[in-house]
């Protein structure tokens, strides 16, 4: 199982980016996914998640508004659209798959995690 998470760089403040997550190794059209990030000395944190029929969406409170979480199962890939971004964004974000039930916010319930890649928001 790997997630390729890919889309990242570099943007000036109220741009936008589309992270992009892509799974090999195994079809993920009926698990969750979500996105997370994480800063140098903080714990990684909750941006996003869409269920496994792709019908409910969760967002963390920072991003609502502006982040959007979509699928395409036929891709075996999950998007996250990144708009007015804003420089507390900066960070590098990570996807992973979460296999069971449990809380879609927590790090703990996910099952596998990809590389991450680096979003930095210039002011």
């Known amino acids: 199982v790997q997630l390729q998470a890919s889309g990242g760089g570099l943007v000036q403040a109220r741009g936008s980016l589309r992270l992009s997550c892509a799974a090999s190794?195994?079809?993920?059209?009926?698990?969750?996914m979500g996105w997370f990030r994480q800063v140098p000395g903080k714990e990684r944190e909750f941006v996003a998640a869409i269920s496994g029929s792709g019908r409910t969406t969760y967002y963390a409170d920072s991003v609502k508004g502006r982040f959007t979480i979509s699928r395409d199962t036929a891709k075996n890939t999950v998007y996250l659209q990144m708009n007015s971004l804003e420089p507390e964004d900066t960070a590098v974000y990570f996807c992973a798959v979460k296999y069971y039930s449990g809380s879609y916010y927590s790090t703990s319930t996910y099952n596998y995690w990809g590389q991450g890649t680096q979003v930095t928001v210039s002011s």
């Open positions: 190794g195994r079809t993920f059209s009926s698990d969750a």
